[in-house]
T-cell receptor
Framework: AQRVTQPEKLLSVFKGAPVELKCNYS??????LFWYVQYSRQRLQLLLRHISRESIKGFTADLNKGETSFHLKKPFAQEEDSAMYYC????????????FGQGTTLQVKP | GAGVSQTPSNKVTEKGKYVELRCDPI?????LYWYRQSLGQGPEFLIY????????DSGLPNDRFFAVRPEGSVSTLKIQRTERGDSAVYLCASSLNNRNLGQPTANTEAFFGQGTRLTVV
């Protein structure tokens, strides 16, 4: 079965602390993994994708095929990072049909 | 120009009624997707169009749900005999080209609309 699991519904950290949002997946084949973010009252938007191997707003995510994980990390959280984060996957070559996790709310306290 | 536009932003309807939700994709985007997001859940795929045709409708929950995209641009999601369980946020997304093998990643990013919040009472 194709599934994305985000075990934490809420992650609360203080400003300046490291952040790790967990994502595990199950998929038979070659998936492409993404992190989407939704800030308050804004639309869902792409944060980063594993094939780009880039850092966006200080966030990075490494695909670990052995552990089937794609955890999102940031060394020093900022208050403006507070948002809902969704991990998602698709079959490589079909980036619109996404399978999403349930989402994790990141709350960064001052 | 503007991003993906969805109308209405909110819709309240009575159980058993028919509703239509509209999506205006980004101009030139050939791929269009509908998702449904229930409270506390991530978006769930419903259907996707490549041009005018529905390339994959495997996510539609039952035959009360139907979507069209007659001219390859605007799409309408239609729900017949609405039920309280249909209450959710319906999201639309579009991308430049779904067939992205060998193409730059920017061509395949899906851009989402703000969604239509449907409440069935």
């Amino acid at each position: 079965a194709q599934r994305v699991t985000q075990p934490e519904k809420l992650l609360s950290v203080f400003k300046g602390a490291p952040v790790e949002l967990k994502c595990n997946y199950s998929y038979s084949g070659s998936p492409e993994l993404f992190w989407y973010v939704q800030y308050s009252r804004q639309r869902l938007q792409l944060l980063l994708r594993h094939i780009s191997r880039e850092s966006i707003k200080g966030f990075t995510a490494d695909l670990n095929k052995g552990e089937t994980s794609f955890h999102l990390k940031k060394p020093f959280a900022q208050e403006e990072d507070s948002a809902m984060y969704y991990c998602a996957l698709t079959r490589r070559g079909n980036t619109g049909k996404l399978i999403f996790g349930q989402g994790t709310t990141l709350q960064v306290k001052p | 120009g503007a991003g993906v536009s969805q109308t209405p932003s909110n819709k309240v309807t009575e159980k058993g009624k028919y509703v239509e939700l509209r999506c205006d994709p980004i101009s030139g985007h050939t791929a269009l997707y509908w998702y449904r997001q229930s409270l506390g859940q991530g978006p769930e795929f419903l259907i996707y169009f490549q041009g005018t045709g529905a390339a994959d409708d495997s996510g539609l929950p039952n035959d009360r749900f139907f979507a069209v995209r007659p001219e390859g641009s605007v799409s309408t999601l239609k729900i017949q005999r609405t039920e309280r369980g249909d209450s959710a946020v319906y999201l639309c997304a579009s991308s430049l080209n779904n067939r992205n093998l060998g193409q730059p990643t920017a061509n395949t990013e899906a851009f989402f609309g703000q969604g239509t919040r449907l409440t069935v009472v």
